[in-house]
């Protein structure tokens, strides 16, 4: 990941300092997912809008942003739905900051939507480490905790309660790549219009092979898909987001 990367929560920017592997990147990409996890169990407002926009139709093409020589912003970020990718450098820009690969949580990408003056039906524009951790963490409240008869914007959130669903964030980089690519693992295969794409964890004494579904959630909402040979190409990297280690230990 690039130097002087930001992690945003709850809308404060924090400089993250690491070693700059992509096991540290992944790790911390899992991290704002657990974040975002615990945020929407306690935060009925935030789940509701996360929901509905993790919900919304897939977006054909990313937007740009460019800043005139008047210094107004323009942009084509208008895609009919709750999200539309685009790089850091232009996602900051609409928030009239400076360029930075930042990593934000949900209340963040709310926050940040809302201070660019952009509304309800305009879609947060962001890119793979912030769409990654928010879309896989909204699917696991769905699985995990979603009560019977639960509904949002006319849809049953409970009919999809599954209680054995797993999530994991993971990263790749393919060989000689300057740049990694963030997104989500399920075991569950993802709906249309996401591929089949299969990867399968090796084998060791303690946990046996899995199969694990790609869920990329910047192609669903605007990134140029990837062919499906590039999520095993490289390295790769993920760490799963388990519920039974959501609260840490109990005493």
């Known amino acids: 990941m690039a130097a002087g990367t930001h992690i945003r929560i709850g809308g404060t920017r924090i400089e993250l300092r690491s070693g700059g592997t992509l ?16 945020a929407l169990q306690r935060d009925p407002k935030l789940r509701e809008e996360a929901i509905r926009r993790v919900m919304s139709p897939s977006c054909a093409e990313r937007c740009y942003v460019r800043t005139g ?5 323009h942009h084509d970020c208008h895609c009919p739905s709750g999200f539309q990718y685009s790089s850091d450098e232009h996602a ?3 928030e009239s900051c400076p360029a930075r690969d930042v990593w934000s949580d949900l ?15 305009d879609p ?38 599954d209680d054995d669903a797993r999530y994991a964030i ?3 980089r393919p060989p000689g790549a300057p740049i990694a690519h963030a997104y989500g693992l399920t075991n569950r295969e993802p709906p249309s219009p996401q591929p089949r794409i299969v990867l399968r964890t090796k084998a060791d004494p303690s946990r046996p092979a899995a199969e694990w579904f790609v869920w990329d959630p910047a192609a669903h909402w605007g990134m140029n898909r990837p062919k499906n040979s590039f999520y095993a190409d490289g390295e790769i990297v993920a760490y799963e987001l388990r ?4 609260d840490g230990l109990t005493f």
């Open 23 to 38: 096991r540290d990147a992944a790790e911390g990409i899992e991290w704002l997912g657990r974040t975002n996890l615990r």
């Open 69 to 73: 020589r008047d210094g107004a912003i």
């Open 92 to 94: 900051q820009a609409l």
């Open 107 to 121: 209340a963040s990408l709310i926050a940040g939507h809302h201070a660019a003056g952009r509304g309800d039906e």
């Open 124 to 161: 947060i524009v962001c890119d793979c480490d912030d769409l990654t951790p928010a879309a896989i963490s909204v699917a696991a409240w769905i699985a995990w905790f979603s009560p019977q008869k639960f509904g949002i914007a006319g849809v049953d959130i409970g009919a999809y309660h």
């Open 170 to 172: 993971a990263i790749t």
């Open 243 to 246: 519920r039974d280690n959501l």
